[in-house]
């Protein structure tokens, strides 16, 4: 495969997502009863805010690694 039809498929996954909801059963129920609804959409989006945090935290260290492995030093 190309790197070109690798860079377009990397742009559409990150572009295209479909939302999730992230509450546990036990957050679902006592946020249900609410009206509006907006302390269920604040908690949804801080799950997801501190479940994202740990796969870039690994995403960096896995780029830092293949740079010291694969790039050689010019000069």
Known sequence: ???TKV????ILVLFIS???DAQCAMC???LENEEGQ???A???NGIVYLMAIPYILI???GVIIYRKFFYTKKG
């Open 1 to 3: 495969m190309s790197k």
């Open 38 to 40: 907006s302390a269920a």
């Open 7 to 10: 860079y377009i498929i990397l």
């Open 18 to 20: 479909i939302p999730a």
């Open 59 to 61: 995403a960096g260290i």
């Open 42 to 44: 604040g908690i949804n």
């Open 28 to 30: 679902r129920a006592v």
